[in-house]
Each structure stands twice: as structure tokens, then as C-alpha cells.
């Protein structure tokens, strides 16, 4: 990721991951403590009310020659209560996989046609599909954009779309180039406000990226008003630290496995893992129009929050509908749960 978002100039953390140069952004920033900031040079470039979230978000400028670290720093140091962090860039290179090759199959072979479901997908945009032909699509209008990027959020909808007749509330978060889309925290913010607007019930999120203090707060604020967000595990590899916001605590982390139930190679583990999802080699829908295949955590995520979402919309809440996952989850790998499969795999 360190060479994500070139065209903006990005700075790094301290980690190498790319942020937004000389911004910082906060939650809830004392009004004392924002005077003090713009005295000392700083200036408001975004004031959001979140109101599904009942918080503040507001995005600011350094002042000249200040770095995007210093001026965390500042803000820290002022408003210690308050949750401050870099503008991250985040990108779907952790959770793509591989790329898709063109599949011979026609169709998607339908799964419980009849039932109908309401989950939110934070992604690229999504085109229109034959395999969409049961699913309901509605777009946030501030991610709406002719240039947007397709390929990702299409394939996802689709597998979604595969689980019955969904009501799929789309946020597309990215920008640049279709090859190597990226995006920032705080539109995954703005996204995320949304998508509880509209109340759905699961937020499926197939991104991964550094942890970010902001978003961190958004998403446990989101679990504790009842929602479910699952989230793609990532494909850094065995070896690689967690991702974010799968390993976010009360996120469902998905995982990948292939058609004999083999973890899929680049997977990334720990103890956050909750679930795993056929994720290898899956058919979905090509944004061309086509179907294609797919490799990647991202893609076993979709099967995971269909079936919450099913859950949820029969009646159950959020405590509920995660213990009945664990109980359905097959168990894989070490006897019981473990860092690789979590609970097991779910079909």
C-alpha cells in the first residue's frame, strides 16, 4: 500500500502506511480546543454532523510545514478525550486477491431464492448485471460518479444477490484509477453515517487497511447500536499483522477457503477470525457483463453477511444471529476454534 494515492501527495505514518498530507481529522473536538488549534494556524476544511452516529467529524488543515504526524500529535495533546488520527488511505489490494479470470458458465446457480434480505456494502460502485436481476440497488449519492470503479463491488452484490432477493444499499468509497482504486477514512466515515441512515440491519465491508482511531470509534458505535459489520479478513498473507476493520473488537472477520476447504494461501489469521467462506475461485459477476472468477477473503465476506442478514431479518438481533453463525460454522483445521478458519467454515 505505501505507494497508494500518488497523485495526491500522500505523507506516511509511522508504519509506512499513506495518509492525506498535512491533514488530521477528529471526533467530537472540544470548541476550546478547536479555538486554540486555529489560533495556532490550523483551519477547518470539513465540519460533518454524523447524526445516525450522534457525533462530530471534523477534518483540518496544519499549519504550512506542519506534517500530518505532528499535527495529530497537537490535536492529541489538546483534546485528549476526543478520538483524533491521520487522514489513512485505504485501498482493496489486501483484500482483492487475485485477479479474476473470464468463467465458461452462463448463469449463477440460485440459493434461497425466495428470501429477502437488507445489508449495506461499503465498496467500488456498482454496475448494472443480469445476475443483480432479483436484488434492489440503492446508491449513496454522494459516492455517485460516472468515473467511479465497478469491478470489486459488482462482484460482491452479486453473491449477495446469489442468496435470495436483496435490498443491497450500495456506498461506493473509491476513486482513481479503475486498476488501483483507493479511498480515505473519513468518506468511509461519511459512508458508514449513511448506511445506518438508511438502517440496514448488516454492513458488509470487503476493505482492509491500517487501524484508525476515528474509524475505530464509528464502527464500535455502529455495534452498539445493534448493527452487524462483517468485514473481509484480508490477503497480506499468513504472516501478516490484522488488518483493519476486521480486526476492529465485535467486527465478523471473514475468511477464505477453497472447494476443499483449504484455507486460501494469502489469507491473514489471529484471533479475530470469526468465520470462513468459500472465497477461492468463487463465480461472480464480471462488471463487463460477464461472469468471471474470483480469488480473495473480499469475496468469501458477501456469503457471511447474506446469511446474517437473513438472520436478522427474521426476527433475530445482532447477539443472537452471531451465536447462531458460530453454531452453524463446520469446524476446520485444529479442534475447535482456532487463528486460521475461526469457528469454522459457514455455507
Known amino acids: 500500500m505505501h505507494d497508494l494515492a500518488d497523485s495526491e501527495r500522500a505523507e506516511h505514518d509511522e508504519r509506512g502506511y499513506p495518509v492525506r498530507r498535512g491533514e488530521v481529522f477528529a471526533l467530537d473536538m472540544p470548541e476550546p480546543a478547536l479555538a486554540q488549534l486555529q489560533s495556532a494556524g490550523f483551519r477547518v476544511l470539513q465540519r460533518v454532523r454524523l447524526d445516525a452516529l450522534d457525533r462530530d467529524m471534523l477534518r483540518l488543515a496544519a ?71 432479483a436484488a434492489r440497488i440503492v ?19 452479486s453473491l449477495l444477490a446469489n442468496a435470495g432477493r436483496p435490498t443491497i444499499y450500495s456506498a461506493n468509497i473509491f ?40 474509524l475505530d470509534r464509528l464502527i464500535r458505535d455502529a455495534l452498539r447500536s445493534g448493527k452487524v459489520v462483517v468485514a473481509a479478513a484480508g490477503n497480506g498473507g499468513p504472516t501478516a499483522p490484522p488488518s483493519y476493520p476486521a480486526a476492529v473488537p465485535g467486527v465478523v472477520a471473514v475468511t477464505a477457503v477453497d472447494k476443499d476447504r483449504r484455507i486460501y494461501r494469502l489469507a491473514q489469521r489471529g484471533r479475530h477470525i470469526a468465520v470462513a467462506a468459500y472465497g477461492v475461485d468463487v463465480l461472480a459477476a464480471d462488471a463487463r457483463n460477464n461472469l468471471a472468477r474470483f480469488t480473495g477473503t473480499s469475496f468469501a465476506t458477501p456469503v457471511i453477511s447474506a446469511w446474517l442478514a437473513r438472520c436478522r431479518a427474521s426476527g433475530s438481533g445482532a447477539a443472537s444471529c452471531g451465536q447462531q453463525l458460530k453454531d452453524a460454522a463446520r469446524d476446520l483445521g485444529a479442534k475447535g476454534y482456532d487463528e486460521v478458519y475461526g469457528f469454522g467454515l459457514v455455507e
Request: hydrophobic share 40%; aromatic share 4%.
Open 63 to 133: 499549519p504550512p510545514g506542519t506534517s500530518a504526524i505532528a499535527a495529530r500529535d497537537q490535536l492529541r495533546a489538546l483534546a485528549p478525550g476526543a478520538a483524533v488520527d491521520l487522514v489513512h488511505y485505504y485501498g482493496l489490494d489486501l483484500t482483492a486477491g487475485s485477479k479474476p479470470h473470464r468463467a465458461r458458465e452462463k448463469a449463477m446457480p440460485s440459493r434461497n431464492a425466495g428470501s429477502s434480505f437488507a445489508v449495506a456494502v461499503i465498496d467500488t460502485a456498482i454496475a448494472p448485471h443480469r445476475a443483480l436481476a
Open 175 to 214: 476513486r482513481g484509477p479503475a486498476e488501483r482504486p483507493y479511498t480515505s477514512a473519513e468518506v468511509i466515515a461519511s459512508a458508514l453515517e449513511w448506511t445506518l441512515a438508511q438502517n440496514a440491519p448488516v454492513i458488509n465491508m470487503s476493505l482492509a487497511g491500517p487501524r484508525n482511531a476515528v
Open 139 to 157: 446508491n449513496w449519492s454522494d459516492g455517485s460518479s460516472g468515473q467511479a470503479p465497478t469491478g470489486h463491488g459488482t462482484a460482491v452484490a
